[in-house]
């Protein structure tokens, strides 16, 4: 189970009269308990799985103009100098440059990355999540080593936007 469908089993339970929800995989268990107005989520896993990040981000280009403080989705992309965007981390796990060990890495220092291209892959809990690009440019600098862990919007690639 990713962490979409569980945020799309919250919304239902929130929407529902389910009072509680409890579903087990393998080494995989979540509760999910409604309280009037609030939504309680319990994930238990071996203690040598990455914990479930707590929100999602986007990674977007920013806006040039910008009168209020930044949203969720602008701080995911930030920008360095004229024309570089930061690309950040939209969730806590190990950070991996290519699909496998014998695939070549999804981008390189110098790749031209297009929205909906595949960047790299984040693990959390067993599940390998693909971090699609969601900005135009060129990758100027590759800022987390293989197989590294990364934490919630932490900077991974500098890109060069046009």
Do not use: H, W
Request: proline share 9%.
């Amino acid at each position: 189970m990713d962490f979409r469908q569980i945020q799309e089993l919250i919304k239902m339970i929130n929407k529902s009269n389910i009072g509680e929800l409890s579903i087990e995989q393998k080494d995989f268990k979540l509760t999910i308990k409604q309280k009037e107005d609030a939504v309680t989520q319990v994930v238990s896993a071996p203690p040598f799985s990455m914990p479930m990040p707590v929100a999602p981000a986007q990674i977007t280009a920013p806006q040039t103009t910008q009168a209020a403080a930044p949203t969720e989705k602008q701080k995911a992309a930030t920008p360095t100098s004229s024309n570089n965007t930061i690309v950040r981390s939209p969730m806590i796990g190990t950070f991996y440059r290519k699909p496998s060990p014998d695939k070549p890495d999804f981008v390189e220092q110098g790749t031209i990355i297009t929205p909906g291209k595949v960047i790299c892959v984040i693990e959390a809990m067993k599940l390998f999540n693909e971090i699609e690009s969601e900005i135009s440019g060129k990758v100027v600098k590759i800022l987390v080593e293989d197989a590294s862990p990364v934490e919630f919007d932490q900077p991974l690639f500098e890109v060069e936007t046009a």
